[in-house]
């Protein structure tokens, strides 16, 4: 089992910044993947962004490319997202998930292909 904690929701205003982290613990042996989704109320969850270790490689939702970054402390099995530049329409619960291994490109952004999630943090973007 893999617990994921996520931390550093919460609220701020259009065109400021806000980082998430996630860290995962309990017994597993790696984690290729570490990503993050989001869901806002009345909608479906959607991909945000996702790191594959084994790759070096980062994928992002069009809606955030060149505003959120995604990283990883390998060593701590933590997962960042900063996010800059932000947007009302960045107003959603975060969630954290990982997969043991890697996906095919095209499979990355689905959500249930993902083997745990976090609870959740709430991101609030006032205008």
Known sequence: QVQLVESGGGLAQAGGSLRLSCAASGRFTSLDM???????????REFVAVLIRSRRTQYYADSVKGRFT????????????????????????????????????SAVRDGRLYDFWGQGTQVTVSS
């Open 70 to 105: 995604i990283a990883r402390d390998s060593a701590e099995n933590t997962v960042y997202l900063q996010m800059n530049d932000l947007k009302p329409e960045d107003t959603s619960v975060y969630y954290c998930a990982v997969r043991h291994r890697a996906l095919v490109v």
């Open 34 to 44: 570490m990503g993050w989704f989001r869901q806002a109320p009345g909608k479906e």
